[in-house]
């Protein structure tokens, strides 16, 4: 049996290095019957593979020992040799052998469900060659299982021309030119109907797949498509949307959520761009018709989407976004259901306590509907005292709809909060002007200790508040403050409307060369670790520790957006590689 697995994995690792030629070859997903409910499409697998392996962090991941070790382990040798002996039977070489055995696509295709059936279509674009290959397969898994002593043998007939091969629950064809596996003999047998021409219901006529496609950008590595509508209907999902209007769950996803209820499918692919790789998934509803969750989520008509994300020295991770507060009040009772209401409207009478005496309904009318947040790795918060655990600087900044009065309010909280904190441990407040704004700090004492903080975390921290305009900046470092009052004013300067945004809802992007600087802080734990673990030397420890950073700084951006357009939804994941 761990032959065969080792089989299932070659046969999916060639059919995934396979290439299109330039003849023309039919859709594998002629031959999936309509009732399928989730599609992997690879429609040119060889590009995918060599799209991977030409990514210079595949290349040097490569030369890392933890890689070469599993390259080189017993599994390792055995899938080079098995690919070997495959090569020396069917007498080509792999690119051109994987274009001839799979270069028409794959898609893989499955229903919901325990026990559910799945079937794998590879079409390939040489008929003769596909079935050499499967014979010659099949004598080494018989092989195999002879030397293990295995009762069971796979067993082959030939029907017209096609050939059957079963092995307990493993179900093949080779059908033409495509290779057809299963789990289900029924779902195997609807599959070559459709070779045969019994039936016409395949997934290829489906009217919600050619959508997606239609949605998707062009000629993806991989896609997906799912039948959200059958989603819907299982219990998970259920349970799921019947608390829609819980608060939490509603500032989380609440947009995507009142989208995905409107959708009948979702899809996602798999792109290469000109910066690298783009994950995008994709809705066939927006904005148009969403429920009132759209105030808190989708600007006003002609207002931007989300301002454009702060980029500091040494930015590890920073994201602007979309989010009205105030909605969760004013809208409260087309939001929730009335217990929720009743719940909100309590804890707002009681916020006082919490809020220097404010209310909870004051400060969300009065915030603005932009935020951004910054991540910054710096070399110290200020202090003689080095934290033993090291931890960057952050910092929110809001938009203010009401400046003076937010600011006011908010700086109230802040400074209460400090108040109570100071009950706790000792801490000094100072102002400074700063370019013409007033930084509020809380210094930790360094003459206090302060039980229970044996790594001196404290020490990461002065945490600092500033108005910027319309912006309110509270941070965790009188640093990083300054830093953003510095960009806050230039973006001021640049724009009659500060922060001019984008039709994004929402912009995120991290930075691998702040991550890598992280990493550099946790250096000497990470040689020590090193050291332990692969009982290597301190200079060979320390190298390798150098290179895993190298190896992390040389990894680009990851950048993320969301879009809620009037009809359609997208959410993109670039990977900029170059």
């Known amino acids: 049996m761990r032959l065969l697995s080792r089989f299932a994995a070659g046969l999916v690792f060639l059919a995934v ?28 697998p060889r590009r995918l593979l060599e799209t991977v392996q030409n990514l210079d962090a595949v290349k040097k991941l490569q030369q890392f020992p933890y890689v070469q070790e599993l390259l080189d382990s017993t599994n390792g040798r055995r899938y080079y040799q098995l690919l070997a002996y495959f090569e020396k039977e069917l007498g080509a070489q792999p690119p051109e052998l994987l274009d001839r055995l799979a270069g028409g696509g794959v898609v893989l295709a499955g229903k919901f469900g325990d026990n559910a059936p799945f079937l794998l279509v590879v079409q390939g674009k040489d008929e003769k060659l ?259 655990t090291h931890i960057p600087a952050f910092a929110i900044v809001t938009e203010m709809r009401d400046p003076e009065a937010f600011g006011d309010n908010m700086e109230t909280v802040l400074r209460g909060a400090a108040l109570l904190a100071q009950s706790q441990v000792k801490m000094k407040m100072t102002e400074e002007k700063y370019q013409d704004c007033t930084i509020t700090t809380y210094r930790f004492s360094e003459e206090s200790p302060l039980k229970g903080d044996v790594n001196d975390i404290r020490f990461n921290f002065t945490p600092s508040f500033s108005r910027v305009g319309n912006q309110f900046v509270a941070s965790s470092t009188t640093e990083l403050c300054r830093t953003l009052v510095d960009e806050l004013q230039k973006e001021q300067q640049a724009s009659k409307e500060p922060g001019a945004g984008t039709g994004t809802v929402r912009q995120a992007r991290l930075v691998a060369a702040g991550a890598a600087d992280l990493l550099k802080s946790f250096e000497d734990t990470l040689v020590t670790q090193n050291i332990l673990d692969e009982a290597v030397s301190p200079s060979e420890a320390q190298a390798q520790v150098k290179a895993l950073v190298e190896f992390v700084r040389g990894l680009g951006e990851i950048d993320l957006e969301q879009d809620y357009a009037k009809d359609s939804f997208r959410y993109d994941l670039r990977w900029k590689t170059k």
């Open 17 to 44: 290095a396979a290439a299109p030629s330039a003849a023309a070859t039919p859709s594998p997903l002629r031959l999936v019957p309509d009732s399928a409910d989730v599609l992997v499409q690879v429609q040119h």
């Open 130 to 388: 596909l079935h050499k290959f499967a014979d010659t397969a099949l004598d080494v898994i018989d092989q195999e299982l002879a030397r293990q002593d295995v009762k069971g043998r796979p067993t082959k007939t030939t029907v017209g021309d096609v050939d059957l091969i079963e092995f307990g629950d493993f179900h093949a064809a080779v059908a033409g030119s495509a290779l057809i596996l299963s789990n289900n003999q029924a779902t195997l047998q609807t599959s070559l109907d459709l070779y045969s021409g019994k039936s016409d219901k395949s997934m290829a006529k489906v009217a919600s797949v050619a959508e997606a496609a239609a949605l998707l950008p062009p000629d993806p590595l991989v896609s997906l498509w799912l039948n959200f509508d059958a989603v819907k209907q299982t219990q998970p999902y259920k349970d799921f949307y019947a608390n829609r209007q819980d608060v939490v769950q509603t500032i989380a996803y609440g947009g995507i959520v009142d989208i995905l209820d409107r959708s009948s499918f979702v899809c996602a692919a798999l792109c290469q761009d000109k910066d690298g790789l783009l994950l995008t998934a994709r809705l066939p509803h927006g904005r148009d018709n969403m429920g009132p969750v759209s105030a808190i989520f989708t600007p006003p008509e002609g207002k931007p989407g989300c301002r454009p994300p702060l980029a500091p020295p040494g930015v590890l991770y920073s994201e602007s976004f979309y989010l009205d507060p105030a909605p969760f009040w004013t809208d409260r009772d087309k939001l929730f259901n009335p217990q929720t209401v009743k719940g909100i409207e309590e804890n707002d009478k009681n916020s006082g306590r919490f809020l220097s005496g404010l209310r909870l309904s004051k400060l969300l009318t009065e915030a603005g509907p932009y935020h951004r947040i910054v991540v910054v790795d710096q070399a110290s918060a200020g202090y003689k005292t080095t934290p033993k």
